[in-house]
Structures are given as structure tokens and as C-alpha cells.
């Protein structure tokens, strides 16, 4: 196999993960510095090597977008495809320590494994990014999943947040082993575990072992779509997410909201839509159903909610919802605009968690949306930011989810899926209303006057009002930033769309 | 060229053919009669025991040890959370190990880039191991920086 | 030679267990082991498979799993601490701070 000239490694299959190795890099910095300080407050130089980390690897990403193609014998492949998620994915692990560096100092969390935990997250997700081979995705999903649990669980006082990291932890691993197990039924199946020799295999079945193979197949298929549906929590996977989002930090259910539920569809759409791409007549059915019920369990029970953390937790199984919708409708078309979404998505439910963040205070105190009264008028800009991307989740023009939502249901009516499409856009206008809820606490009712009681005396059944809350640099910039990205997505859309639309042929079609 | 293939192999073997060969059973023959014997030979000592050994319990003789301390207090008795972070930290390094395996065995072939690779991989690790041992999880003598300390009704696990 | 499908049967068995034990187990380790259950049903599969292909890949994934595993039992003992420290008690029914 190996021959004289060639090197066995050539260098460039480095500068094809470079935006990995420079985050690994960066994470392992930050431990041995973390580990011999002793005092509390250590994060304070830890989080800026984290920031200079993580727009490392964003540069990084564009010097592994000028080398495109496979690395380490076809386990990983540099596309079109792999640069929009790694751009995607450093950007949001930039504004998680942005908006960690505002938060975890409140919460008197302020050490240094928090950003490490958050690179060696984003290590994994840009690998299942550009994985094209079933075993590196799972341990690159491991390596993200594994990061989240234990962040979720970084407030590791609070019963809740340890609570929702044992949730997550067991119902995730009990996915990731559904995965697996999928993965080894399809190396049964196909004797490979290339995401190109798959779809090569199931294309030509050989004639003998057709029948046995193609049971083996849907199965692992069913088996992988399970284990990928706890990860970007469509229902009925999607019981751990209420729990996980209300009780871990908020900026980790920003991170988590956001990053690993992009990786998790950037595989999902490579296995399904690559290798399984000759089986999509079985599989179809299963993502319009998922589809179908997350969007409709996902809006109904968001109605029903108080704690603003829990309400966008299920907004958020909606909005899985709706990417499936657009995920349902394959092509290139579809591809696109899942990967259109995602970016809106990810900068307006970053943007939202943000200020919730910025004004949950010590044990995170405020974080239901009664306590919003009157914000409107108290804290102007932070709220005014909310509302923008409040309005961006339902999806109102001017802002980036109003395209993310075109595209969906423009390339869900292409591939004739009508009945998805009339649910999706019923299920928008019932979103309206709880998402038109915190706004109205804001600016059209009063804070509650307190009947006076000793400080720290529970007030019964009045939530209080936020206290006056100083803005920090690092929040301000977040909300600039995702403020920026929410309306330049939804006023110049078609850079980027242009840029997923090429991407996503070039995933299709080789 | 240049690329160590995973996963890809004869593409056309058929998986019927493998499900039904014949007298493999006659292969674990004696594997059985090992069984049967073993079973036998546990059964038949704790009958017979029973039917010609004397009972004549005494209070030493129920005791947990015969010989040695006699038992004191609850067993389950919760140990310090020391123990469990050294039973994290080993399972971590102990099965960190097993990449070094398949590393050896192709190490003529891999030459200085293995061993580069495997010196990185190490360092990875060492970093890690860096991290613990400054943090003191491997100190036994000193009480854990930065912990408050447990009540001691927490220090109870298992309870139900 | 025992043919392939006696072993993923009995891996479909061994999975089809860890997954019994994942819902209707009550203590947290339990909980924990059934998943771990689970993954070695998975290895078994794979061993079973590469036999079949001819291949050692399937034999390589399986070390990729163990210490996926290894890695995940590590954050999930350390996790099981954190709860008990602060709930003192392992029971699953009890993980109700949150409405489901």
C-alpha cells in the first residue's frame, strides 16, 4: 500500500483539522494553568486564552477551507459542508465564553474548566462536522456529549443543575449506545464504516445477500435515527430537554441549544442523505412524523410554561421541528436550508439566552418571565435585544428567522409535502403567542409593587421584578453581535444561503 | 496510496451462507461435559455436606470472621470521596493504555511518525495527569482545596 | 463453527436487556450499568461482524468504544457524586426537582 514518495501522513491532512488541534491545544493550555492555582476567580486569565482559543480556530477554519478534501484515509473530509459548520460552531463557542465571562463571575463559578470544557466541546462537534466515517462520529459525538454533561452540571451546589446533568448524562448515553449500535448493524450490513462505501454498497446490493442485508440495513438506520434524535431532541426523543435546560447555567443551555444540536444534524444529514441515500423511501417516514410532532408537542407545551429557561427549551424541540420539516423535504434544496436555519437559529436562541443570563443573578434567582415586568423601561437595550430575537424565533420579517422559515416551507412545498408545510405554518402562528409573552411582560405591564417584608423573606406569590443590573462588556458585545447577525440575516440573506445552497450540492453529490 | 484502509473489505460475502454449518455443536462437546462435571461436583459437596456434617452452631462460629477482628458498626459506612475520585482517575488512565497496543504492534511500520503521533498522544495525557496531580486529587494527606465539607449525613451513600 | 447470527442474537439479547434495565431499574448505578450493558453488545456485534468481513477494523472499534465508555463511566461516577453530595440519595424516582 504505502509507497516510497508518498509519506504515510501527508502535512496537509493537518491543516485539514486545524481548527481542532487548535482548540485542543488551547484547552490543554488552559488546564495546566488551571490546575496549580488556588484561589477562586482563577477564570480571570484562563477565559482570555479561551477567547484568543476560540478565534484561533475561527481563523483556522478559513485556512482549512482553502485545503478541501479527504484527510486520514477518508475518515474526514474538508467542504463546503465542514467550513459553514466550522464557522458555525467557533463562532458560537466564542460568544459562550463571551457571555460565561459576564455570568460565571455572578454566579461565583469563575474557574477555568469551564472554557477548557467548552473548546474540547467544540473539538468534537467541528470533527462530527466533517467526520465521513460512522466511527470517528460517534467518538466525536462522545467527545461533545461528554463536555456537555458535565457543564450542565457546573452549578455543582445546585440540586438542579447536578440533577440535570445526570438526566442528560444517562439519556444520552443511552442514545449514544442506540447509535452505536445502528453503526455496527450497518458495518454488518455493508462490511464499511466510509460514509462513501456505504452509499456505494447499499446503491449496488449484491445479489445474494440482498434481502438479509437490507433488514440489517433499516434497522440500524431505525437505530441511528433514535440515537440522533435524543441529540437534537425531536420528539418523542425529547424528554431530558425541558429538565436539562431549566436546570443547567444558562449559558451552557445557549451552548447546548445551539452547538451540539448543529453537529448532531451536520451528521444526521451526512448519514442519512449520503449513505443511506438509497434507502430514503424507508427512512422518509420517520423524519416526517418526528417533524410533524416536534413542532406541534414542542409549541403546545411551550404555552403552558413560566420559567423562561423552560419555554425556550421547548421552543427550541419546535424549532428541531421545523429543521426536520426542511430535513424531510431532502435535496438540495432542504440541506440548505436546514444549514440556513441552524445559523439563524443558533444567533437568535444564543441572543435570547443571553439575557436571560445577564439578568438571572445569583442561583439564578430570575429566570421566570413574570419577573420580566416592566423591563422594558428599567433596562432598554437588553430588552429591546430580546425582543428582536423573540420576534427573529417567530419568525417576523426583517429578521433571520423570517428567511429561515421561507426557505423551510419554499423547499418543503418543492418536494410536495403540503400537510407538513400547513401544520408548520399553523404551529408558527401559535408560537406567536407564547414568544409575544416576555415582550408584553416588558413594556406593557408595571412591576409589581413588593408589599415590604424583611430582606430574603419569600413574597409569596408575586414574582419580584429583575433588580437593576450593570451591563458587562462581554453580554454587550454578545447582544451586538447576535442583534447584528439576526437582522443581517434577515435583510441580506442570500450570501448566505448562496454559500449553504453550494455547500450542500457538494455534500449530494460528491 | 499512502492510505491504511478501515473498513472496507470483500464486499460480496453472503451472510446466509454462514448461518448453517454443520456438527459445530461436536467442537464444544467437552466444554459441556466440563459444565455438567463442574456442577455435579459443587452440587453433590454441598448435598452431601449436608446430609453427613454435624451442626453444632456456637456463637464464634457465627461470626462473620472466625479468626480476626470482630465486626464493628455498619459496613456500609460510605468511604471518603477520595476513594472514588482515585477509582475515576485510574479507570481514566488504565484504558487510556489500550491505544498503546495496536500502536506496538505496527510500530516497524508506522515508524517516526507513530512514535511522533504516540508522543503527542502521550503528552495529551500527561497534560491531563498534570491537572489532577496539581489540583490534588492524588493528595491523600492534605483535605480537598476548594471543597466545602460534607455534612456528615451526606457522607452516607446508598440509602434509599 | 458457531455461525454468525448466534452471536448478534445473543449481542440483539444482551442490548435488548440494557435497555429493560435502563427503564425499569430504580438505583442510578443500575441505571449506569445497564448502559454499559448496552455498549458491550455493541462490542460483541462488532467482534462478531469483523470476523465475518475478514477485517480488523471491527476489532479496533471496539477499543474506540471501551474507552469512550471508560471515559463516560469516569463523568458519570464523578456526576453521581455531585448528585449525592447535594440530593443524598440514589434513587431515580427521587431525581424530581423538575417536573418531566
Given at each position: 500500500?504505502?509507497?516510497?514518495?508518498?509519506?504515510?501522513?501527508?502535512?496537509?491532512y493537518?491543516?485539514r483539522i486545524l481548527p481542532e488541534i487548535v482548540l485542543t491545544?488551547?484547552g490543554?493550555?488552559?488546564?495546566?494553568?488551571?490546575?496549580?492555582?488556588?484561589?477562586?476567580?482563577?477564570?480571570?486569565?484562563?477565559?482570555?486564552?479561551?477567547?484568543?482559543?476560540?478565534?484561533?480556530a475561527?481563523?483556522a477554519v478559513?485556512?482549512q477551507?482553502?485545503?478541501?478534501?479527504y484527510a486520514f484515509s477518508h475518515l474526514f473530509r474538508v467542504d463546503?459542508f465542514t467550513v459553514f459548520f466550522g464557522?458555525l460552531l467557533t463562532?458560537i463557542a466564542?460568544?459562550?465564553?463571551?457571555?460565561?465571562?459576564?455570568?460565571?463571575?455572578?454566579?461565583?463559578?469563575?474557574?477555568?474548566?469551564?472554557?477548557?470544557l467548552v473548546l474540547f466541546g467544540t473539538v468534537g462537534m467541528g470533527f462530527m462536522a466533517g467526520a465521513t466515517e460512522l466511527i470517528l462520529m460517534f467518538i466525536a459525538l462522545e467527545i461533545s456529549s461528554i463536555s456537555t454533561y458535565i457543564l450542565?452540571?457546573?452549578?455543582?451546589?445546585?440540586?438542579?443543575?447536578?440533577?440535570?446533568?445526570?438526566?442528560?448524562?444517562?439519556?444520552g448515553s443511552?442514545a449514544t449506545a442506540f447509535f452505536l449500535?445502528g453503526i455496527?448493524?450497518i458495518?454488518?450490513?455493508?462490511?464499511?464504516t466510509q460514509i462513501?462505501?456505504?452509499?456505494?454498497?447499499?446503491?449496488?446490493?449484491?445479489?445474494?445477500?440482498?434481502?438479509?442485508?437490507?433488514?440489517?440495513?433499516?434497522?440500524?438506520?431505525?437505530?441511528m435515527?433514535?440515537g440522533l434524535?435524543f441529540k437534537v431532541?425531536?420528539?418523542?426523543?425529547?424528554?431530558?430537554?425541558?429538565?436539562?435546560?431549566?436546570?443547567?447555567?444558562?449559558?451552557?443551555?445557549?451552548f447546548m441549544?445551539a452547538a451540539p444540536k448543529a453537529a448532531a444534524f451536520a451528521i444526521f444529514l451526512r448519514i442519512?442523505?449520503v449513505a443511506?441515500?438509497?434507502?430514503?423511501?424507508?427512512?422518509?417516514?420517520?423524519?416526517?412524523?418526528?417533524?410533524?410532532?416536534?413542532?406541534?408537542?414542542?409549541?403546545?407545551?411551550?404555552?403552558?410554561?413560566?420559567?423562561?429557561?423552560?419555554?425556550?427549551?421547548?421552543?427550541?424541540?419546535?424549532?428541531?421541528?421545523?429543521?426536520?420539516?426542511?430535513?424531510?423535504?431532502?435535496?438540495?434544496?432542504?440541506?440548505?436550508?436546514?444549514?440556513?436555519?441552524?445559523?439563524?437559529?443558533?444567533?437568535?436562541?444564543?441572543?435570547?439566552?443571553?439575557?436571560?443570563?445577564?439578568?438571572?443573578?445569583?442561583?439564578?434567582?430570575?429566570?421566570?418571565?413574570?419577573?420580566?415586568?416592566?423591563?422594558?423601561?428599567?433596562?432598554?437595550?437588553?430588552?429591546?435585544?430580546?425582543?428582536?430575537?423573540?420576534?427573529?424565533?417567530?419568525?417576523?420579517?426583517?429578521?433571520?428567522?423570517?428567511?429561515?422559515?421561507?426557505?423551510?416551507?419554499?423547499?418543503?412545498?418543492?418536494?410536495?409535502?403540503?400537510?407538513?408545510?400547513?401544520?408548520?405554518?399553523?404551529?408558527?402562528?401559535?408560537?406567536?403567542?407564547?414568544?409575544?409573552?416576555?415582550?408584553?411582560?416588558?413594556?406593557?405591564?408595571?412591576?409589581?409593587?413588593?408589599?415590604?417584608?424583611?430582606?430574603?423573606?419569600?413574597?409569596?406569590?408575586?414574582?419580584?421584578?429583575?433588580?437593576?443590573?450593570?451591563?458587562?462588556?462581554?453580554?454587550?458585545?454578545?447582544?451586538?453581535?447576535?442583534?447584528?447577525?439576526?437582522?443581517?440575516?434577515?435583510?441580506?440573506?442570500?450570501?448566505?444561503?448562496?454559500?449553504?445552497?453550494?455547500?450542500?450540492?457538494?455534500?449530494?453529490?460528491? | 496510496?499512502?492510505?491504511?484502509?478501515i473498513g472496507?473489505?470483500?464486499?460480496?460475502?453472503?451472510?446466509?451462507?454462514?448461518?448453517?454449518?454443520?456438527?459445530?455443536?461436536?467442537?464444544?462437546?467437552?466444554?459441556?461435559?466440563?459444565?455438567?462435571?463442574?456442577?455435579?461436583?459443587?452440587?453433590?459437596?454441598?448435598?452431601?455436606?449436608?446430609?453427613?456434617?454435624?451442626?453444632?452452631?456456637?456463637?464464634?462460629?457465627?461470626?462473620?470472621?472466625?479468626?480476626?477482628?470482630?465486626?464493628?458498626?455498619?459496613?456500609?459506612?460510605?468511604?471518603?470521596?477520595?476513594?472514588?475520585?482515585?477509582?475515576?482517575?485510574?479507570?481514566?488512565?488504565?484504558?487510556?493504555?489500550?491505544f498503546?497496543?495496536?500502536?506496538?504492534?505496527?510500530?516497524?511500520?508506522?515508524?517516526?511518525?507513530?512514535?511522533?503521533?504516540?508522543?503527542?498522544y502521550?503528552?495529551i495525557?500527561?497534560?491531563?495527569?498534570?491537572?489532577?496531580?496539581?489540583?490534588?486529587?492524588?493528595?491523600?494527606?492534605?483535605?480537598?482545596?476548594?471543597?466545602?465539607?460534607?455534612?456528615?449525613?451526606?457522607?452516607?451513600?446508598?440509602?434509599? | 463453527?458457531?455461525?454468525?447470527?448466534?452471536?448478534?442474537?445473543?449481542?440483539?439479547?444482551?442490548?435488548?436487556?440494557?435497555?429493560?434495565?435502563?427503564?425499569?431499574?430504580?438505583?442510578?448505578?443500575?441505571?449506569?450499568?445497564?448502559?454499559?450493558?448496552?455498549l458491550?453488545?455493541?462490542?460483541?456485534?462488532?467482534?462478531?461482524?469483523?470476523?465475518?468481513?475478514?477485517?480488523?477494523?471491527?476489532?479496533i472499534f471496539?477499543f474506540f468504544v471501551m474507552v469512550v465508555a471508560?471515559a463516560e463511566?469516569?463523568v458519570?461516577?464523578?456526576?453521581?457524586?455531585?448528585?449525592?453530595?447535594?440530593?443524598?440519595?440514589?434513587?431515580?424516582?427521587?431525581?424530581?426537582?423538575?417536573?418531566?
Amino acid at each position: 500500500m504505502t509507497s516510497a514518495a508518498t509519506p504515510l501522513v501527508p502535512a496537509v491532512y493537518y491543516l485539514r483539522i486545524l481548527p481542532e488541534i487548535v482548540l485542543t491545544v488551547f484547552g490543554a493550555v488552559i488546564m495546566l494553568i488551571e490546575g496549580p492555582a488556588r484561589h477562586v476567580g482563577r477564570g480571570r486569565t484562563t477565559r482570555w486564552v479561551a477567547l484568543v482559543g476560540a478565534l484561533t480556530a475561527f481563523a483556522a477554519v478559513w485556512i482549512q477551507s482553502r485545503h478541501p478534501g479527504y484527510a486520514f484515509s477518508h475518515l474526514f473530509r474538508v467542504d463546503g459542508f465542514t467550513v459553514f459548520f466550522g464557522f458555525l460552531l467557533t463562532a458560537i463557542a466564542t460568544v459562550i465564553i463571551l457571555m460565561a465571562m459576564d455570568y460565571l463571575p455572578q454566579q461565583h463559578l469563575d474557574r477555568g474548566e469551564f472554557y477548557a470544557l467548552v473548546l474540547f466541546g467544540t473539538v468534537g462537534m467541528g470533527f462530527m462536522a466533517g467526520a465521513t466515517e460512522l466511527i470517528l462520529m460517534f467518538i466525536a459525538l462522545e467527545i461533545s456529549s461528554i463536555s456537555t454533561y458535565i457543564l450542565a452540571g457546573y452549578r455543582r451546589h445546585a440540586p438542579k443543575s447536578t440533577e440535570a446533568s445526570l438526566k442528560y448524562l444517562l439519556l444520552g448515553s443511552f442514545a449514544t449506545a442506540f447509535f452505536l449500535y445502528g453503526i455496527a448493524l450497518i458495518y454488518g450490513a455493508t462490511g464499511t464504516t466510509q460514509i462513501s462505501a456505504i452509499a456505494r454498497a447499499l446503491a449496488h446490493p449484491s445479489a445474494g445477500a440482498a434481502v438479509q442485508t437490507g433488514q440489517i440495513v433499516l434497522l440500524g438506520a431505525a437505530l441511528m435515527f433514535i440515537g440522533l434524535g435524543f441529540k437534537v431532541s425531536a420528539v418523542p426523543f425529547q424528554v431530558w430537554t425541558p429538565d436539562v435546560y431549566e436546570g443547567a447555567p444558562a449559558p451552557v443551555t445557549a451552548f447546548m441549544s445551539a452547538a451540539p444540536k448543529a453537529a448532531a444534524f451536520a451528521i444526521f444529514l451526512r448519514i442519512f442523505t449520503v449513505a443511506l441515500a438509497a434507502n430514503s423511501h424507508a427512512w422518509f417516514w420517520l423524519l416526517w412524523a418526528a417533524a410533524l410532532l416536534s413542532m406541534t408537542v414542542g409549541n403546545v407545551a411551550a404555552l403552558l410554561q413560566n420559567n423562561f429557561k423552560r419555554m425556550l427549551a421547548y421552543s427550541s424541540i419546535a424549532q428541531a421541528g421545523y429543521i426536520l420539516v426542511a430535513f424531510a423535504a431532502l435535496g438540495a434544496d432542504g440541506v440548505s436550508a436546514v444549514m440556513f436555519y441552524l445559523a439563524a437559529y443558533a444567533a437568535m436562541n444564543i441572543g435570547a439566552f443571553a439575557v436571560v443570563s445577564h439578568f438571572a443573578h445569583r442561583d439564578e434567582r430570575y429566570v421566570d418571565i413574570r419577573n420580566y415586568a416592566g423591563l422594558g423601561f428599567r433596562a432598554p437595550w437588553p430588552a429591546f435585544c430580546l425582543s428582536v430575537f423573540l420576534f427573529s424565533l417567530i419568525g417576523v420579517p426583517l429578521t433571520g428567522g423570517f428567511f429561515g422559515k421561507v426557505y423551510i416551507f419554499r423547499a418543503a412545498l418543492h418536494s410536495h409535502l403540503v400537510a407538513l408545510t400547513i401544520i408548520g405554518l399553523l404551529n408558527s402562528a401559535l408560537a406567536a403567542y407564547y414568544y409575544l409573552r416576555p415582550v408584553v411582560a416588558m413594556y406593557m405591564r408595571e412591576a409589581p409593587v413588593l408589599p415590604a417584608l424583611a430582606p430574603g423573606a419569600p413574597a409569596g406569590n408575586i414574582e419580584p421584578p429583575i433588580p437593576p443590573t450593570a451591563m458587562s462588556g462581554p453580554i454587550a458585545v454578545v447582544l451586538a453581535l447576535c442583534v447584528a447577525v439576526v437582522i443581517w440575516l434577515g435583510v441580506f440573506p442570500g450570501s448566505v444561503l448562496a454559500y449553504a445552497l453550494r455547500s450542500a450540492r457538494h455534500l449530494l453529490h460528491g | 496510496m499512502g492510505e491504511y484502509t478501515i473498513g472496507r473489505g470483500n464486499s460480496t460475502r453472503e451472510i446466509a451462507a454462514m448461518t448453517s454449518t454443520p456438527s459445530y455443536m461436536a467442537n464444544y462437546l467437552p466444554i459441556l461435559i466440563q459444565f455438567v462435571l463442574a456442577l455435579a461436583l459443587a452440587l453433590g459437596l454441598i448435598v452431601a455436606s449436608r446430609l453427613i456434617g454435624q451442626r453444632r452452631p456456637g456463637k464464634i462460629k457465627l461470626s462473620p470472621y472466625e479468626c480476626g477482628m470482630t465486626p464493628k458498626g455498619d459496613v456500609r459506612s460510605g468511604f471518603a470521596v477520595k476513594f472514588y475520585l482515585v477509582a475515576i482517575v485510574f479507570i481514566l488512565f488504565d484504558i487510556e493504555a489500550v491505544f498503546l497496543l495496536p500502536w506496538a504492534v505496527e510500530f516497524r511500520r508506522l515508524r517516526v511518525l507513530g512514535l511522533v503521533e504516540m508522543i503527542v498522544y502521550i503528552a495529551i495525557v500527561l497534560a491531563g495527569f498534570t491537572y489532577i496531580w496539581k489540583r490534588g486529587v492524588l493528595d491523600w494527606n492534605t483535605p480537598e482545596r476548594n471543597e466545602p465539607t460534607l455534612p456528615p449525613s451526606v457522607a452516607r451513600t446508598g440509602n434509599h | 463453527m458457531i455461525p454468525l447470527s448466534f452471536y448478534l442474537i445473543l449481542g440483539a439479547i444482551l442490548f435488548s436487556i440494557g435497555v429493560a434495565g435502563f427503564f425499569f431499574k430504580r438505583d442510578i448505578i443500575s441505571i449506569f450499568i445497564s448502559i454499559e450493558l448496552m455498549l458491550n453488545a455493541v462490542n460483541l456485534t462488532f467482534v462478531a461482524f469483523s470476523h465475518f468481513w475478514h477485517q480488523a477494523a471491527g476489532n479496533i472499534f471496539v477499543f474506540f468504544v471501551m474507552v469512550v465508555a471508560a471515559a463516560e463511566a469516569a463523568v458519570g461516577l464523578a456526576i453521581i457524586i455531585a448528585v449525592v453530595r447535594n440530593r443524598q440519595t440514589l434513587n431515580a424516582d427521587k431525581m424530581d426537582l423538575m417536573k418531566l
